[in-house]
């Protein structure tokens, strides 16, 4: 290795995003999708793809941490980067739901127990770090972004998991039931609170063409995920939580499919507004993963939700949409594959 790829590689590792293990979301989510359409030499390759991509991008974030520990640190109290360690989580568990689906059970338990526990220390950190801490300017709704939501994604990717592993592990039957009702219910509630702080954020403060980033499309992500999880909760054998919830979470998931559903013509207007009206050039950033997750997720949640609740239609739309989820991941891994060339192996500006 020349001395100048090895500068371009160590910038790279300073500035790595904690975000980007959308990457490994939306390739992994995709290829769930592909499975359940019965495209399964499609859906492997995907998985290669999003199982590579998560041992990178563990393995850049260990150098990361203990190369440039400072660089952590200030991302752990940016608003507009904290929240993004949550995309580990939710990587994490759509690796496992997907290895899960070829019978490795013993890798989707693992992969759920670290996801799990990272899920329970950042959930508290994060928000302290991030918005409520010191150094934070106030007010702190000021600060709020589309890269809130991730933290409703973490939250149901572990619902998703949990219940995903229920019917093969039936000793822990009842605590895995638990722990994706528990799980979903947290993340409807950090839906509503993140919902109300970007909200706010957008009509009481000047929203800049620059500042409508993608991660914003995590807010129908964030849903569609809310919506799947729901799905495999009804799907679920009887349990006590479950038994308990069953209705009210059917129903809820109905619901947030719809509002997802009725964010997507908003969300592309507002690419239309950024990019054509004002301008702003479209080149590729580790951010636009937080597009094509939300389009894949969309899909497969309607596929899951037409199943349990006996919806057609949306089963159908859901169809429809994962090819379109595909082709945004196809352009985004060239747009990728392009950007890491040019600036890490060619040195470009």
């Known amino acids: 290795m020349t001395s100048g790829l090895r500068i371009r590689l160590q910038h790279a590792v300073h500035g790595l995003t904690p975000g980007y293990f959308a990457l490994v979301m939306a390739s992994g989510i995709i290829s769930v999708g592909m499975h359940l359409a019965g495209r399964s030499a499609l859906s492997a390759v995907l998985l290669v793809v999003c199982a590579t991509s998560f041992v990178v991008l563990v393995a850049l974030t260990g150098w990361r941490i203990v190369a440039y520990r400072a660089a952590v640190v200030d991302d752990f109290t940016d608003p507009g980067r904290g929240f993004g360690f949550f995309t580990f989580i939710a990587g994490a568990n759509v690796l496992g739901v997907r290895l899960g689906m070829d019978g490795h059970h013993a890798l989707a338990t693992g992969l759920l127990a670290v996801a799990g526990a990272t899920w329970l220390v950042l959930g508290y950190v994060i928000p302290w770090t991030a918005v409520l801490g010191r150094a934070q300017r106030r007010p702190v709704v000021a600060t709020a972004n589309g890269t809130w939501f991730i933290w409703v994604v973490a939250s149901q990717s572990v619902a998703v998991a949990a219940a995903s592993l229920e019917p093969v592990l039936a000793t822990f039957r009842d605590g895995l039931a638990a722990l994706a009702v528990f799980s979903w219910s947290v993340g409807v509630f950090l839906y509503a609170a993140a919902g109300v702080f970007v909200a706010a954020r957008l009509m ?91 389009l894949g997720m969309y899909a497969v949640a309607g596929i899951y939700l037409g199943r349990a609740d006996d919806l057609p239609v949306v089963g159908a739309i859901g169809a429809a949409g994962l090819w379109v989820a595909f082709a945004a991941w196809l352009l985004a891994l060239v747009a990728m594959v392009r950007h890491v060339f040019r600036t890490v192996v060619r040195g470009a500006r």
Do not use: C, K, N
């Not at 929203?207 to 799947?228: E, F, H, K, N, Q």
């Not at 009887?238 to 919830?245: G, R």
């Open 204 to 294: 009481m403060y000047d929203l800049r063409p620059v500042d409508l980033t993608p991660p914003y499309w995590v807010a129908m992500g964030a849903g569609a995920i809310t919506v799947l999880a729901g799905a495999r909760i009804v799907e679920m054998a009887d349990a006590p939580m479950v038994h308990a919830t069953r209705g009210l979470v059917a129903g809820a998931s109905v619901a947030f499919w719809a509002f997802a559903t009725w964010l997507v013509p908003a969300l592309v207007a507002a690419g239309w507004w950024r990019h054509r009206t004002h301008r702003v050039p479209l080149a590729y950033e580790a951010s636009q993963w937080g597009i094509v997750f939300p």
